[in-house]
């Protein structure tokens, strides 16, 4: 009798057979992104397991953004930093956790890697979804010492590949090499991540919101008036929709694109800005938000269209399923 299983198709054995759709390609993107899964693993397996072992809790320091360090932190940073570092490709990463660019092999490496090593990092010591976001440029052409600034500052746009790692309830990793999401789980067992979903697309409309109400009284007039209209009791479209908020943006975004909805993380008295950083949060994950067929602006512009002026620049963000986003921005312009 014969025993039909479901086909496995392993991380490394979708990114390889991706590639194969680029004549000519050198296979280094798909070293880089296997690379990032690997680091991915160790990483999800301390979270898995920080409760027993000593790696929870305050690293003691604070980073460029004020922020108190956690151990975990540092410890997924030096993970993927380490694991970039040893296939020589990549000449230059951008992290959350370091003030400045980090060089490595800056002959021959032609990729620039944004990392946000571990986001929503206040959740760790209270079990709640935590995860890592990446972003991948290349470096001009011809290495030159003098253009390692302007090489690091491109607009989302110029992204080549971008995704993330949610360490939930499974570890899945999402990227995109613009050709679509593709979505992969964690199988323990084995030790792979395993396709789950080779085609990720939003809902058109979502009736999920997802902000921190706690800075409602420093919103502009049309982000209230928006949450208001949100609330209110329509059900012909759904309203009131139900307001969701896990404080990691990995987490917020990865629902958003399964339920769609709208996550919107604004300017506020305390984050003048925004809270959320271009380079290593809105960008990556607005890429793939878009590939997923949804939008992602400042509250006007793309977010991608952004010219970066800093490594850890602040942007508010709007992001989710097109006719929410669509919704949110009219409110914004009409009640300036
Ligand atoms: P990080 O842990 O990488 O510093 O990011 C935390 C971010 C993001 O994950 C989340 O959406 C946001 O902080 C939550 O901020 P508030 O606690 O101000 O809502
Ligand atoms: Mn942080
Ligand atoms: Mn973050
Ligand atoms: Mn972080």
């Known amino acids: 009798m014969e025993i039909k299983s479901k086909k496995l198709v392993t991380l490394d054995e979708y990114i390889i057979q991706s590639q194969n759709k680029f004549p000519g390609a050198t296979g280094e993107l798909s070293q880089l992104l296997r690379d990032i899964g690997l680091a991915a693993k160790i990483i999800s397996r301390e979270v898995n397991k920080a409760g027993i072992t000593n790696i929870l809790g305050v690293h003691g320091s604070t980073n460029v953004h004020g922020e108190s360090v956690k151990r975990l932190d540092i410890f997924a940073d030096q993970q993927l930093i380490s694991a970039l570092d040893r296939s020589l490709i990549t000449c230059m990463v951008i992290s959350e956790e370091n003030d400045g660019i980090v060089r490595l092999n800056s002959e021959g490496g032609k990729y620039i890697v944004y990392l946000d090593p571990l986001d929503g990092s206040s959740n760790i010591d209270v079990n709640v979804s935590v995860g890592s976001i990446f972003s991948i440029y290349m470096r001009q052409p011809r290495y030159d010492q003098n253009l390692v600034e302007e090489d690091s500052l491109q607009p989302g746009s110029r992204q080549v590949a971008a995704g993330y790692v949610l360490y939930g309830s499974s570890t899945i990793l999402a990227y995109t090499t613009g050709l679509g999401v ?126 970066p002026e800093a490594i850890h620049q602040r942007v508010p963000i709007y992001i989710g399923s097109p006719e929410n986003v669509k919704m949110a921005r009219s409110f914004l312009e009409k009640y300036e």
């Not at 420093?218 to 969701?244: H, V």
């Not at 993380?265 to 990556?284: A, F, Q, W």
């Open 182 to 307: 593709s979505c992969f789980t964690l199988d323990p067992s084995i030790g792979e991540f395993v396709l789950s979903n080779s085609g990720f697309k939003i809902p058109e409309k979502g009736t999920i919101y997802s902000i921190n109400e706690g800075s409602y009284n420093s919103w502009s007039q049309g982000l209230k008036k928006y949450i208001k209209y949100c609330q209110e009791d329509d059900p012909e479209t759904g309203r009131p929709y139900t307001a969701r908020y896990i404080g990691s943006m990995v987490a917020d975004i990865h629902r958003t694109l399964v339920k769609g909805g709208i996550f919107i993380y604004p300017s506020s008295s305390r984050y003048p800005n925004g809270k959320l950083r271009l380079m290593y949060e809105c960008n990556p994950l607005s890429f793939i938000m878009e590939q997923a067929g949804g939008t992602a602006i400042d509250g006007k512009n793309r977010i991608m269209d952004i010219r």
